[in-house]
């Protein structure tokens, strides 16, 4: 693919990019970093009421159908529309029953400390990080040195009762001398995963959806929001290419689906301990 930014670490140089024990090599990509997530959204959210987007945050739609163009269903009305984007993720099956097939909710939570003075001796690259585990570990630094981590998932929507005591278990396997760092944050949330971790990106009629972004981050659903966008408008071949991403349902029909992939995926986690 001639992408020449990519170095492959040795234990000894890995430790000059995460200064912990646990890992055995790794890979940097030197075009990759991180920003803050809210303020990316926040930004988002300006740049769309400047361009004439009215944002409403408390409407949830309660069905969607298409007739003449799309009519969507919330509590105080009805829109319609010539097209509509379903970027529900997680939640998908609370509007569509067959897309909701190809993706399932899991929780994942994070923490962040308190600024650590000895923050750049746990990561001297200012890197972000995530590891090659089937339910991965994944952290950088803030702008004002605390540690952002997140770690583990849950299969019940139910939070644990301590997040930070969750979290914590798998930051101490990382970074044992921050293990009592003291917390500041903690927060979670929702994650769709696919099959094959890949975005589930189509078109039903005059309904484009994108959803199952499997914890991918901002990088995959802002490029999947401007190809469909594109297509909205009429300019289909990106999303022509996103939409032909291969794709299979859970097995197991409407009442075993989630049990069965809840099985799946504690099979895989053992595996991280074994």
Known sequence: ??????????????????????????????????????????????????AGVR?????P???????????????????????AILATDA???????????YTIPIMNYNIATEPLADADALLP?????????????????????????GGGEAYVARPPRDIDRFVQRHLASVFPQAARAPIAYRWGGA???SMNRLPHIGRQGDV???????????????????VMADAVAGKAAQFDVLSSLPARPFPGGRLLRRPLATLGLLWYALRDRL
């Open 1 to 50: 693919m001639n992408y020449s930014d990519v170095d492959l670490l040795s234990p000894d140089a890995g430790r000059s990019v995460v200064n912990s024990a646990l890992y055995h090599g790794g890979m940097v990509d030197k075009k990759g970093g991180h920003f803050h997530p809210l303020n990316y959204a926040l930004g988002l959210a300006d740049a769309a009421r400047t």
């Open 55 to 59: 944002i409403y945050e408390t409407s």
């Open 208 to 226: 484009f959806y994108a959803h199952g972004f499997s914890g991918h981050g901002a990088l995959i659903t802002t490029l999947a929001g401007e």
């Open 191 to 193: 994650v769709a995963v």
């Open 91 to 101: 939640w998908m099956a609370d509007l569509s029953a067959s897309l909701g097939r």
């Open 125 to 149: 690259s200012d890197a972000a990080v995530a590891d090659s585990r089937f339910v991965l570990n994944y952290f950088r630094l803030s702008a004002d040195k605390r540690l952002i981590f």
């Open 61 to 83: 739609a309660f069905r969607i159908s298409q007739k003449a163009g799309v009519e969507v269903e919330t509590a105080m009305a009805r829109v319609q529309a010539r097209h």
